[in-house]
């Protein structure tokens, strides 16, 4: 059974930083697709960041150049290094995982940014 397990969340002041970790099991796939997505209150879910099988990352605008995702295959565990967080950035964030074209989904970890 694949489990995906989130860390690293809290409350952080405006320009402060979080490193959130996102550890996954039951997974016997080398190459997969992980990376996180995020939901603030009232609205959809949204990509933040995706690692492809082949490990090449894409980020949505609104965090380019701020965070940065990083990747242990041998632990199977991706890291989002979250650096200058604004208010905006406020939302429960999922790690996901694709082996095989099947989605998988963490319980997600909350994110807070405020003064």
């Known amino acids: 059974q694949v489990q995906l397990v989130e860390s690293g969340g809290g409350l952080v002041q405006p320009g402060g930083s979080l490193r959130l970790s996102c550890v996954a099991s039951?997974?016997?796939?080398?190459?997969?697709?992980m990376g996180w997505y995020r939901q603030a209150p009232g609205k959809q879910r949204e990509l933040v960041a995706r690692s492809s099988p082949g490990g090449s990352r894409n980020y949505a605008d609104s965090v380019k150049g701020r965070f940065t995702m990083s990747r242990d295959n041998a632990k199977n565990t991706v890291f989002l290094q979250m650096n200058s967080l604004k208010p905006e950035d406020t939302a429960v964030y999922y790690c996901?995982?694709?082996?095989?074209?099947?989605?998988?989904w963490g319980r997600g970890t909350q994110v807070t940014v405020s003064s």
């Open positions: 039951g997974i016997s796939s080398t190459f997969y697709a």
């Open positions: 996901y995982a694709q082996p095989g074209g099947t989605t998988h």
